[in-house]
Structures are given as structure tokens and as C-alpha cells.
């Protein structure tokens, strides 16, 4: 994981794996991670990644643990966090980037994901059918 | 003619007075004449003078009435004498007529008309006799009122003697109908107001009342012994004048009797309208203190032993005895002895079923009667009875809360599969997908289609459950050949997580069972598997033992706490918090249903971090 790679935390491996197409679609680097604590074992030893995608209900560690977790790591405080969840309103009282509902409009998630990450689309290639 | 100074002047005066004045002398012969004498009989001539007073009367009988008093007065006897003819009324005056030297030389008679005046009193004497009657029968009838009414009554004058009483005053104050007349009411009452709670009171209003001469009062008094009487007191009047004072007393024990159990229940009814029992409960023990008895305390049967709620009157070491008397606890109101002191258990019934019990102990001294005994019945079924809304209350929150519950779990159950399968088919419309992107992505929404629909299913079973139309089709069955079924049913999962399988069979296993239901349960118990299996591997074994048959499914995962395992096949229960891991639970609820409809039942060891083993037995077939 770069600088430049979108982080997606989701345990429904369904809806992880279609984040992570539709974004590499549009010239993303996507990573994914299973829960929260798969997620800070990446990275720690990736290192930050330019965005991460958060969804809030996960086994082991959910999204709001996930994110207090990384604002006490400096190296991560300043990570950029979209979180995604059910529910209509934010319900954490931390502050984070943008909030996406399920089911998540792709349209949204890619304005999100451009003007959070600060990583620009690197080449729009339109992968073949 | 000669007639002496005073006849002269008679004779003036008598013309103003309807009657006759005549005179005589010693024979009786009429010397003057004025007016019409009534001794006159008839046919007498007009002409008088010179006739005899013999002649009047007609005969010479010296006994005769009028000739006898004229004798008389001729001999110095003043006669006065009433004398009646024709209907008239006569008063008669004869007197003596003297002459200078004192010689009676005649008499002179005088008679005055008097009918009228007589006609008059014989009228008043015959009202008065009426009026003497009516009288009576009023004070008969006065006398028949006072001792009919219920009330007793004490009449005084203004010096406090007695006027009047009746027996039921008498009784009411318990007064021995003293031997002779009664004297003063101080005299009475001193007998008798010691009975009072308080007596000096008492007497400091009736010096009051005694001074405040016209003033009405009504009081209440209390008897040590427990009896209640209104005492009013009034003047007694004849016109504006005060001349006596009533007193009047009721005794009105039993109406304040009913007053305060009406009043007792009211109150109660009013403590036990919370909905929080034991608020309830504490403020009714209370209430009956002292009112009810000494001691109160409310227990309810909670996991068949009997825990005191509420008690009240006792100190620490006085107190209804705890232990509830069997027939008490066998829904019979009863009375009983405990320690020196009188007490009573009133059984608490909610549904035919006893859930409590309120005791009461008496005052040293005392029992419970009759209608303490129905006051206490009544409070017990209004006590009962509030539990048993609270209880309802409770169940009917706590029931809603866990349907609120339900929903935004099933809201979050559907949103899953709905979020991947929304993304695929835009990702697929966008036409931006790679070729692998793009297989993957119809996978995705075959899976999400499945997962949709497996949900539905799970939700009608419930209802099904619930509503009793769960229906079983039996049939011959290889468990072998279901189980291998629901297997591969579950492969696309089963590769996804990386677990590795490892079915075992053993034994015959053919049996009577529903097919769709059983491979159900399967497929519920292998996706927890895999869920929960933290891509370890899986061992799932079937093996026949006498007329049953054990299945068993393994995994290696996360495992359940061990305080859910009770409760792991109720609905709505997750054995993970919903923070952490979606999913209803009501797969296991239904898979119970189903295994324990066919005779079977199913269970689960499991420790936390040691992953889960479920077993499942069934009889071969539902006849055993």
C-alpha cells in the first residue's frame, strides 16, 4: 500500500470486493481489509493509505473503534476517513471526511473518494468488457 | 208609695243592666216593681204590685226555691243564686231591706240577664276541653316519635335538669334506667363519659354550647372501645325565646366503618395504578399501617420461593413470619396464630395461580372479623391484579422493543446483499468493469439474490412458527444424501472462506423425516459454520445409534460466550453483540422448531475463542 491507495474495511465480502472493482475500474489502487484489526495490521506495516473506506459494523473491532484507534496512531491521525454505514445520519461524534449510506451510489463514493484522497484518477482506463 | 233611699238608687243603675228589681215587705208582697222578674209565671198579671212573690210562683210551698231564698232574706240571709227559665239565664241577687234602725222591714231581689255570659264561658270550657285533647294527642305523638327514632335524645332547660329523654339515649350512653327521675344531665353523663377517648374535651364543649345559649353544634365522638356517635345540639325554642337545649346523638360506628374500608380501597387502588410493582407494593403496606393491622409485609413467588417485597409496621426483628402458610400458598385466604398474635394471609392470584401473598398481623389483643376479612380479600385482588397489569406492561414494552429490534436488524440483514447487489449493477451499467470485475460482479448478484430470498424464507418460517402452520411432510430420507446436499449448497460460501469440509457418516441412515425441513436445519448450521468458522476447518459427522440418529457440525472459529448458550435458540438472540456481527438468529430458532418438531432436539457446547460444536438428534422416525 502507497500514498495513493484507497483502504476499503468491510466484512461483508460482497460489498468489499464490489468497492474495490468499481474503484479499480476507475484507475484506483484498492486495498481491502476483512475488520478493523486486519485493517491496522495493514497499515502498520504499509504504511497510511491516501483514503480509508470504513464501514461501521464488523466483527472484532467495529468502524468507530477502527477510526479512535487510528487518531491516536500520529501516523495515522491525519488519514482521511469516509465512513460507511446503514443508518441515514453519522452517528460517531468523530470527525471524519464523509459519510456514505448503503446502499452506497457509486457516483457519491467516487466524488468522495476524489475529493478526500487527493489522488487524482490515475489514468481513466476503460478496462475492456 | 214608700220606698227607702237605696232601692231609689238601684233602680237607676239596674236600668242601665238588662233584668228586674222588685221589693217586698215582710209578707212578701210586692211593694215595687222595675222590669220583668223571671220568676214570673206565665199568665201572671202585669200589674205586680200588691201581688205576692207567692203569686209569682204560684204556690205557697216554703221549700219551693224561689220562695225559700225570699224567706231567707226576710230573716238577714243575703241570697245569690242562678235561676234559668225560658232558656234564659239568670244571676239573682235578695237581699234583707232594713229600715234607719237596722229593722228588716222587706227585701229587695235583683236579677240580671246572664244568658249570654253563660253561653259564652259553656263555649270557651268546650274549646279549651278540645284544645286540652288535641294537645294530649300531639304529646302523644311527640312521645311515640321520640322513642321510635334511632337517635337519642336529651332535652334540658337552661339550668341543665332533664326535660326530656328517650330510651335510646339510654342505651346508646349504656345508662341503667336509674330507679327514680333523672335530675340534672351533669349528673347523667358523669356516669358515663368516662367512656369517651377523651372525656375532658367533651365536657369543655358542652360548657361551651351551655354558654353560647343559641348556638348550633355538631360534633363527633370517639369511644375507647371503637364506637363512633354524631352529637348535634340545638336551642329548644317557644317562639324567640330559649328555653332548654336538644341534644341529639347517632351512633355512627358501622357508616365510618365502611367509610374507612371504601376510603382504604379507593387509597390503595390509587398506590397500586403505578406501573412499577414494588412502588406499588411499599406504598399499600403503608397504607395499611395501622389502619389494617400492626404488620404488613407483601411477598411474591419469584422462582417458586416466596421473596418479601414490601413490609411495614414491624422493626427489625418483628415481622410477619416469612414463611408463607401452606394453605395460604394453596389459594385460601387464612387466618392463623404466629408468635402470641393473630394473623392473616391473603393468597395473591393472578391466572389460577397463586404469585404472592400479603400478611397481616393483628394488634396484641386482637382478631381479624368478617369484614376485615372481605376488605382484605378485595386488596388482594386489586393488588394481584396490578401485578399482573405491570407484568403485562413489562412484557408488552419488553416485546416491543425487541420487534424494534428485529426491524433494524432485518433492515440491516436486507441492506447487506442490497448494498453489493445495487454497486454490481451499476459497476456492470457503468461498463468501466474489468473482465474478471465483470464475472465477479454477476456472482455478487446471484449471491445477493440468494441471500435476499433465504431471508424471506427465514421470516415466513417464523411466522409460520408462530402462528402454528409450521407443517412437516414425511418421508423416507438418506440423511447421508441431504447432508451431502446442503454441502454443496453451501460451496460458493465454503470457497469464499477458505474452510475446508470433512463430512463423515456412519450407519444406517435412512429414516422418516421431512427433507425440505431437514436440509434446512443443515444448511443453518453449516453457514454458522462458515460465519463464525474464521476460515478454519469444518467436521461434519451423522451417525446411527439405536433408533436415532446424532449429527454433529464443528467449527473452529470465534465461539459463543458461554451465558448465551441458554438462550442461543430463542428468536431475535445473536450470540454476538449487533454491533459486531449482523444476522438475526433466527436461523437457530427455526432449526430448533424444526428438529424438536420431529421429535429430535439439538444442542451446543462452545467456549469463546474454541469455535462451536452443534448436535442434532433424531429419532428414525417420529413413531417411538
Not at chain 2, 234564659?88 to 237581699?95: A, G, H, N, T, W
Not at chain 2, 316519635?145 to 337517635?151: I, P, Q, V
Not at chain 2, 369511644?223 to 336538644?246: A, C
Request: charged share 25%.
Amino acid at each position: 500500500m502507497d500514498n495513493h491507495s484507497i483502504l476499503i474495511v468491510d466484512d461483508d465480502d460482497d460489498v468489499r470486493k464490489m468497492l474495490c472493482f468499481v474503484l479499480s475500474a476507475e484507475g484506483y489502487a484498492a486495498v481491502e481489509a476483512h475488520d478493523g484489526v486486519e485493517a491496522l495490521e495493514l497499515m502498520d506495516t504499509d504504511g497510511p493509505p491516501a483514503l480509508a473506506v470504513v464501514d461501521l459494523m464488523m466483527p472484532r473491532m467495529d468502524g468507530e473503534e477502527l477510526i479512535r484507534k487510528m487518531r491516536q496512531n500520529p501516523a495515522l491521525a491525519e488519514t482521511p476517513i469516509a465512513v460507511v454505514s446503514g443508518r441515514a445520519t453519522p452517528s460517531t461524534g468523530l470527525a471524519v471526511g464523509a459519510h456514505l449510506v448503503k446502499p452506497v451510489e457509486i457516483g457519491e463514493l467516487l466524488a468522495v473518494v476524489h475529493r478526500l484522497s487527493g489522488v487524482a484518477a490515475v489514468q481513466t482506463v476503460k478496462g475492456g468488457r | 208609695m214608700t220606698t227607702t233611699h237605696p232601692v231609689e238608687h238601684l233602680r237607676l243603675i239596674l236600668r242601665q243592666v238588662p233584668g228586674a228589681i222588685w221589693a217586698t215587705d215582710t209578707e212578701l208582697r210586692v211593694t215595687y216593681v222595675h222590669g220583668h222578674p223571671p220568676m214570673l209565671q206565665e199568665g201572671a198579671s202585669t200589674r205586680l204590685v200588691g201581688t205576692t212573690v207567692y203569686d209569682f210562683v204560684q204556690t205557697h210551698d216554703p221549700t219551693e226555691p224561689v220562695i225559700a231564698h225570699h224567706l231567707a232574706a226576710l230573716v238577714g240571709g243575703r241570697q245569690s243564686f242562678e235561676y234559668s227559665r225560658r232558656a234564659r239565664s239568670f244571676d239573682v241577687l235578695i237581699e234583707p231591706l232594713r229600715d234607719d234602725h237596722g229593722v228588716i222591714v222587706g227585701c229587695v231581689g235583683a236579677a240580671i240577664d246572664v244568658s249570654d255570659r253563660r253561653e259564652a264561658a259553656a263555649e270557651l270550657a268546650k274549646v279549651q276541653s278540645e284544645t286540652t285533647e288535641k294537645l294530649q294527642r300531639t304529646v302523644s305523638l311527640l312521645e311515640a316519635t321520640l322513642d321510635s327514632t334511632a337517635d337519642g335524645l336529651l332535652v334540658v332547660d337552661l339550668e341543665g335538669r332533664v326535660s326530656a329523654y328517650n330510651n335510646r339515649f339510654l342505651k346508646l350512653w349504656k345508662i341503667q334506667p336509674p330507679p327514680g327521675p333523672l335530675s340534672t344531665d351533669r349528673e347523667l353523663l358523669s356516669e358515663v363519659f368516662h367512656q369517651l377517648v377523651d372525656p375532658q374535651g367533651f365536657l369543655d364543649r358542652v360548657r361551651v354550647l351551655y354558654a353560647a345559649v343559641a348556638e348550633e353544634a355538631f360534633d363527633e365522638l370517639h369511644f375507647k372501645d371503637g364506637r363512633i356517635f354524631e352529637r348535634y345540639s340545638m336551642p329548644q325554642k317557644i317562639g324567640d325565646e330559649v328555653v332548654g337545649r336538644v341534644w341529639s346523638f347517632r351512633d355512627v360506628t358501622e357508616r365510618e366503618a365502611l367509610l374507612r374500608r371504601a376510603t382504604f380501597i379507593a387509597g390503595a387502588s390509587r398506590l397500586l395504578a403505578s406501573l412499577d410493582v414494588e412502588k406499588g407494593l411499599r406504598a399499600v403496606v403503608n397504607l395499611a399501617v395501622p389502619d389494617l393491622g400492626e404488620m404488613c409485609a407483601i411477598d411474591l413467588i419469584q422462582e417458586g420461593i416466596p421473596r418479601r417485597i414490601a413490609v411495614a409496621g414491624g422493626d427489625g426483628d418483628n415481622e410477619p413470619s416469612p414463611e408463607l402458610h401452606p394453605s395460604v400458598l394453596a389459594g385460601h385466604q387464612t387466618t392463623y396464630t404466629h408468635g402470641h398474635r393473630s394473623q392473616i394471609g391473603i393468597p395473591l392470584i393472578s391466572r389460577d395461580t397463586v404469585i404472592g401473598a400479603i400478611t397481616l398481623v393483628a394488634p396484641a389483643g386482637r382478631t381479624f372479623n368478617d369484614s376485615d376479612r372481605e376488605l382484605l380479600d378485595e386488596l388482594g385482588q386489586r393488588v394481584a391484579l396490578s401485578i399482573d397489569n405491570a407484568w403485562l406492561y413489562d412484557g408488552a414494552r419488553r416485546a416491543l422493543s425487541s420487534r424494534d429490534e428485529f426491524l433494524s436488524i432485518a433492515a440491516h440483514e436486507i441492506r447487506g446483499p442490497l448494498t453489493s447487489l445495487h454497486m454490481a449493477v451499476q459497476g456492470l451499467l457503468r461498463g468501466s468493469l474489468s473482465q474478471n470485475a465483470t464475472e465477479k460482479a454477476l456472482e455478487i448478484i446471484e449471491r445477493a439474490d440468494r441471500r435476499l430470498g433465504q431471508f424471506v424464507d427465514e421470516l415466513l418460517d417464523l411466522g409460520r412458527i408462530r402462528t402454528g402452520q409450521l407443517h412437516f411432510n414425511l418421508e423416507e430420507v438418506d440423511l447421508g444424501t441431504v447432508l451431502r446436499d446442503a454441502v454443496s449448497r453451501v460451496s460458493g460460501e465454503l470457497t469464499q472462506s477458505g474452510s475446508e469440509v470433512n463430512v463423515k457418516t456412519e450407519g444406517n441412515l435412512v429414516g422418516q423425516w421431512d427433507r425440505f425441513r431437514l436440509e434446512q436445519v443443515l444448511i443453518n448450521l453449516v453457514t454458522n459454520a462458515i460465519k463464525y468458522g474464521e476460515g478454519k476447518p469444518i467436521e461434519i459427522s451423522a451417525i446411527e445409534s439405536g433408533h436415532r440418529v446424532r449429527i454433529t457440525v464443528v467449527d473452529h472459529g470465534i465461539g459463543i460466550d458461554s451465558a448465551m448458550l441458554t438462550t442461543i435458540f430463542d428468536p431475535f438472540q445473536r450470540a454476538v453483540t449487533a454491533r459486531h456481527y449482523g444476522g438475526l438468529g433466527l436461523g437457530l430458532h427455526i432449526a430448533k422448531t424444526i428438529v424438536e418438531g420431529m421429535g429430535g432436539n439439538i444442542t451446543v457446547e462452545s467456549h469463546l475463542g474454541a469455535g462451536a460444536t452443534f448436535t442434532v438428534e433424531l429419532p428414525m422416525s417420529e413413531k417411538k
